[in-house]
T-cell receptor, first 111, second 112 residues
Framework: EPEVTQTPSHQVTQMGQEVILRCVPISNHLYFYWYRQILGQKVEFLVSFYNNEISEKSEIFDDQFSVERPDGSNFTLKIRSTKLEDSAMYFC?????????FGPGTRLTVT | ELKVEQNPLFLSMQEGKNYTIYCNYSTTSDRLYWYRQDPGKSLESLFVLLSNGAVKQEGRLMASLDTKARLSTLHITAAVHDLSATYFCAVDRETSGSRLTFGEGTQLTVNP
């Protein structure tokens, strides 16, 4: 059964560094998403992507964040200058219409 | 702003007992989702409820949706330890590809 994959599973970085989180969505899906979950808290929407452009973003998704679908299969989230409060689990999801399927997540730790 | 509220947030129950988790939401959406999350793991889709009065069952879990009351319930029948996890409900805005807004989650612990 096809599934969303994410790499790396865990990323440790120093404050101020750039990180790129990678996702491979399910191949025939059209909508792509990034969510984050701070430890012990609920899942929060960051951004959605459709037809090669951002379709919606939350107030969390400020100028330090960007997304790309560089090659038709990968979907990346870049954080330009990480802050301590960016430490969280980042989930990629993909879907067609309606249900979203989540990847296993990348745990980002900013020190 | 769309709000989704779950209760209880923490639930400790004994094996064999029944209980219900409630999810209230503030929008008029007719689409509601239930997910399960084990510690340190991803979100596993349990149910997608797409219309008023929808009821779905899988094993010991049954979910229902009342769009008029903006309420969904997740009923647990004869709980077993394997059901211990955090359960999230989520709502979207019924347009294709719209974001999910999640509740805070209900952390369920089933004790032997």
């Amino acid at each position: 059964e096809p599934e969303v994959t994410q790499t790396p599973s865990h990323q440790v970085t120093q404050m101020g560094q750039e990180v790129i989180l990678r996702c491979v969505p399910i191949s025939n899906h059209l909508y792509f998403y990034w969510y984050r979950q701070i430890l012990g808290q609920k899942v929060e929407f960051l951004v959605s992507f459709y037809n090669n452009e951002i379709s919606e973003k939350s107030e969390i998704f400020d100028d330090q964040f960007s997304v790309e679908r560089p090659d038709g299969s990968n979907f990346t989230l870049k954080i330009r200058s990480t802050k301590l409060e960016d430490s969280a689990m980042y989930f990629c999801a993909s879907g067609r219409a309606g249900e979203q399927y989540f990847g296993p997540g990348t745990r980002l730790t900013v020190t | 702003e769309l709000k989704v509220e779950q209760n209880p947030l923490f639930l400790s129950m004994q094996e064999g007992k029944n209980y219900t988790i409630y999810c209230n939401y503030s929008t008029t959406s007719d689409r509601l989702y239930w997910y399960r999350q084990d510690p340190g793991k991803s979100l596993e889709s349990l149910f997608v409820l797409l219309s008023n009065g929808a009821v779905k069952q899988e094993g010991r879990l049954m979910a229902s949706l009342d769009t008029k009351a903006r309420l969904s319930t997740l009923h647990i029948t004869a709980a077993v330890h394997d059901l211990s996890a955090t359960y999230f409900c989520a709502v979207d805005r019924e347009t294709s590809g719209s974001r999910l807004t999640f509740g805070e989650g209900t952390q369920l612990t089933v004790n032997p």
